[in-house]
């Protein structure tokens, strides 16, 4: 395997990152005439990461439509580099298509059977070919009401990311998504996903230590709109937003964006 630089973000401010996952939406035409309309509605966030995650058949569409001021994700990835895979996009494939890739949303482990361990592994891939994982972790509604959130989080976090170098992790871009949060409406409160993403960065601390934990971003998923996204963005441990649904109004985005802008002082 063909080994690409890590990402290093130990020592720097963490800067906030917003990313759109457009989920199974817009054709390759309207993904591209999306991505097109997102970048004439950000006007003014020149401080703000910003990562734009369309389905896999429109990343090339999107990426050559957009200037590298704007980055561009996949919604998953398979962790082998090639071979008997049918269906499957390996992280290897994206290199120069794309720079993030999502790995472990919930659709995915409820839907695919997405394990942590194959999250893990698609960790591993992604940063061994130089994409940046943007790496999700949740509770269901049970877990929460059974008062076993931490302590799935941890599960899911340590799964995730066990034995990557602090150099790595630095790198690695954490959602908080709760997954009773997400396409409902429902948002959580600002406080709540504060102490799930506190929560988080003591796990990471764990895994690789103080400097590495405090470089990582932890972005805030689950019916993020711009009427609320001020509520989440505004709290110290939330660096940016995981955005579904309103990422596919460019304006509404772009308000998004515009809160996440307002954390740079
Ligand atoms: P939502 O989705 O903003 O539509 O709730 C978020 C996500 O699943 O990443």
Redesign the pocket.
């Known amino acids: 395997m063909s080994s690409a630089p890590v990402h290093s973000q130990l020592g720097s401010v963490r800067r906030p990152i917003v990313a759109a996952?457009w989920?199974m939406h817009t054709t390759p035409t309207e993904a591209r005439d999306l991505a097109v309309k997102i970048s004439e509605a950000i006007t003014d966030a020149p401080g703000v990461e910003l990562v734009i995650c369309p389905p896999a058949i429109s990343l090339y569409n999107v990426r050559k439509a957009l200037d590298s001021t704007i980055g561009v994700g996949a919604q998953n990835i398979y962790w082998k580099d090639a071979g008997p895979f049918t269906g499957e996009i390996s992280a290897a494939m994206l290199v120069g298509v794309c720079e993030y890739a999502i790995i472990g949303?919930?659709?995915r482990r409820q839907h695919f059977g997405e394990t942590d361990e194959a999250v893990h592994l698609k960790v591993r891939a992604a940063l061994t070919h130089g994409l940046t994982p943007i790496v999700?972790v949740g509770e269901t509604l049970a877990q929460r009401e059974a008062g076993q959130t931490n302590d799935l989080i941890a599960y899911q976090v340590r799964g995730a990311l066990h034995g990557i170098s602090p150099e790595e992790l630095s790198s690695v871009v954490m959602?908080y998504?709760p997954v009773w949060?997400?396409?409902?409406g429902i948002a959580a409160s600002g406080d709540d996903a504060n102490a799930v993403a506190l929560r988080i960065r003591s796990v990471l601390e764990s895994i690789g230590g103080s400097d590495a934990a405090q470089a990582v971003r932890i972005q805030y998923?689950?019916?993020?709109t711009a009427a609320n996204a001020a509520e989440f963005l505004s709290q110290a441990e939330i660096d940016g937003a995981?955005?579904?649904?309103?990422?596919l109004k460019p304006l509404e985005f772009a308000a998004i964006v515009q809160a996440a802008a307002a954390r740079i002082v």
């Open positions: 996952n989920k949303h919930s659709e999700c959602a998504e949060a997400i396409g409902t998923g689950g019916s993020v995981l955005v579904g649904g309103a990422s």
